[in-house]
């Protein structure tokens, strides 16, 4: 059975730090890896997607990476901001069903 | 602009009672999807359909229920609401033809009493 797993669990910095945030997921055979950023009280809001043959993906200050070898993805975030702070989640696309990490909180403080 | 909706956004509700949760969406897209987000727990897969009159048992599906009459909806209803199933509700779609980019709701967050 997948597992996928966040870490930290959260994570608190000063504004313009470079962060990376950990995702590991312990079942290789997967289609894409997926990672959202959900604001609290809200829906969820994909930042970016990386297919099984990629390993990285970039979207401004943003950049995913993935390892399918290791089960391992990490999000980097460039240059941090208080606009950065909320629950960021990875989900890999296993078979035909997405499986969600438990989110690392982000709090990036002025 | 395309997008996907979820009613009410608010429930409170007793225990035993029938709950119908609504979810509609203009993409157009052929899979839906309904999850709930528990502390601890992230987001379970409820039920998912990719396409109309096809529906689908996800990892927690005990209690749920859900049917597909048409492309723009996907209602979730609770048979007999259990305090176990507070929590907070997320609706999803995607385009289909193979796993591709969910686009979710905005949540339906339900008290059981």
């Known amino acids: 059975k997948q597992e996928v797993t966040q870490i930290p669990a959260a994570l608190s910095v000063p504004e313009g730090e470079n962060l990376v945030l950990n995702c590991s997921f312990t079942?290789?055979?997967?289609?894409?890896l997926q990672w959202f950023r959900q604001d609290p009280g809200k829906g969820l809001t994909s930042l970016l997607l990386i297919q099984s043959s990629q390993r990285e993906q970039t979207s401004g200050r943003l950049n995913a990476s993935l390892d399918k070898s290791s089960g391992r993805s990490t999000l980097y975030i460039a240059a941090s901001q208080p606009g950065d702070s909320a629950t960021y989640l990875c989900?890999?696309?296993?078979?035909?069903?997405?499986?969600f990490g438990t989110g690392t909180r982000l709090q990036v403080f002025p | 602009d395309a997008e996907i909706t979820q009613s009410p956004r608010h429930k409170i509700t007793e225990t035993g009672r029938q709950v119908t949760l609504a979810c509609h969406q203009t993409?157009?897209?052929?899979?839906m999807f309904w999850y709930r987000q528990d502390l601890g727990h992230g987001l379970r897969l409820i039920h998912y359909s990719y396409g109309v009159q096809d529906t689908n048992k996800g990892e927690v599906s005990d209690g749920y229920s859900v049917s597909r009459s048409n492309t723009e909806d996907l209602p979730l209803t609770l048979e007999s609401a259990a305090s176990s199933q507070t929590s907070v509700y997320f609706c999803?779609?995607?385009?289909?033809?193979?796993?591709?980019?969910?686009?979710f709701g905005p949540g339906t967050r339900l008290t059981v009493l």
């Open positions: 079942d290789s055979a997967i289609y894409n």
């Open positions: 999803a779609s995607s385009e289909g033809g193979g796993p591709d980019t969910q686009y």
């Open positions: 989900a890999v696309y296993n078979t035909d069903k997405l499986i």
């Open positions: 993409w157009n897209h052929n899979n």
